[in-house]
């Protein structure tokens, strides 16, 4: 690039989100990094960021807090406004339906859906004024097909893809380019606890995912490449859904 462009990266302290702020960075991006838990994580991102002669601010912030998300954006986004924003915070709490607590329900659409919102609205104003940016929200492919045990967190997914098809249309005039990257089985956190064997055995690739094959798909939509698309959701599943 040109000039120095600033991504922000939400949830961005480990796994997908710590991959994709690097490849970022290595794009020739600046990060603001979010994260809510794992501060530790969060400065060895950093770190490695700045090694490459980028610059890495660190967030501290509940995206689902609104106050916390308006604190923290508000006094940057007057001075200036990124030109990535890269939703991907987020977090599981499986349990089968009949089972689920309320709190089940409501504290995963509060991360995805209420983030979503709160991060991305304040950014968006400044976007438009400038006639220009990327959003890429990262979905799942729980929200493309049924996953027993995740209609909550299925639930939140199908709500990113929604809200990412209808706001592309939106601000697709302005040259804000919106889509989705559908990530399936990665080698994260997230499958701490699941029957590992058994899942290897639906992925028609054979093997897990790494976050690093997620962050090149953002990468790409955050490109020059990538001008020309918008309202798309990108799966990254090795043939689970297609």
Same mark, same amino acid.
């Given at each position: 690039m040109a000039d120095t462009e600033i991504a922000l990266v939400t949830g961005g302290s480990k796994g997908i989100g710590a991959a994709t702020a690097r490849m970022l960075a290595e794009d020739g991006f600046d990060i603001w990094l979010n994260y809510r838990s794992g501060a530790d994580q969060a400065e060895k991102v950093a770190a490695d960021i700045r090694n490459m002669g980028r610059s890495c601010e660190l967030l501290p912030f509940d995206v689902a807090d609104r106050e916390e998300t308006e604190e923290a954006l508000s006094p $940057?986004? =007057? /001075?200036?406004?990124?030109? !990535?924003?890269?939703?991907? !915070?987020?977090?599981?709490?499986?349990?089968?339906?009949? %089972?689920? =607590? /309320?709190?089940? %329900?409501?504290?995963? *659409?509060?991360?995805?859906?209420?983030?979503?919102? @709160? #991060?991305?609205?304040? #950014? *968006? /104003?400044?976007? *438009?004024? =400038?006639?220009?940016?990327?959003?890429?929200?990262? !979905?799942?492919?729980?929200?493309?097909?049924? #996953?027993?045990?995740?209609? @909550?967190?299925s639930a939140a997914k199908s709500g990113i893809i929604g809200a990412t098809r209808s706001l592309a249309v939106e601000v697709a005039k302005r040259n804000i380019l919106v889509n989705a990257v559908a990530p399936g089985f990665i080698d994260t956190g997230m499958l701490e606890g699941l029957p590992r064997e058994e899942i290897l055995k639906q992925i028609p690739i054979g093997r897990f995912g790494d976050p690093e094959e997620v962050a090149g798909v953002v990468?790409?939509?955050?490109?020059? $490449? !990538?001008?020309?698309?918008?309202? /798309?959701?990108?799966?990254? @599943?090795?043939?689970?859904?297609?």
């Amino acid at each position: 690039m040109a000039d120095t462009e600033i991504a922000l990266v939400t949830g961005g302290s480990k796994g997908i989100g710590a991959a994709t702020a690097r490849m970022l960075a290595e794009d020739g991006f600046d990060i603001w990094l979010n994260y809510r838990s794992g501060a530790d994580q969060a400065e060895k991102v950093a770190a490695d960021i700045r090694n490459m002669g980028r610059s890495c601010e660190l967030l501290p912030f509940d995206v689902a807090d609104r106050e916390e998300t308006e604190e923290a954006l508000s006094p $940057r986004l =007057k /001075e200036t406004v990124p030109y !990535a924003v890269i939703n991907n !915070a987020g977090f599981n709490r499986d349990t089968l339906m009949v %089972w689920m =607590k /309320e709190n089940d %329900w409501g504290d995963v *659409l509060r991360v995805h859906l209420d983030g979503f919102y @709160n #991060v991305t609205k304040p #950014v *968006l /104003e400044k976007m *438009l004024r =400038k006639k220009r940016g990327r959003i890429v929200n990262i !979905a799942s492919t729980s929200g493309q097909t049924g #996953v027993p045990g995740q209609v @909550n967190y299925s639930a939140a997914k199908s709500g990113i893809i929604g809200a990412t098809r209808s706001l592309a249309v939106e601000v697709a005039k302005r040259n804000i380019l919106v889509n989705a990257v559908a990530p399936g089985f990665i080698d994260t956190g997230m499958l701490e606890g699941l029957p590992r064997e058994e899942i290897l055995k639906q992925i028609p690739i054979g093997r897990f995912g790494d976050p690093e094959e997620v962050a090149g798909v953002v990468s790409f939509l955050c490109s020059r $490449r !990538a001008g020309y698309i918008t309202g /798309e959701v990108i799966s990254v @599943n090795g043939g689970v859904h297609t």
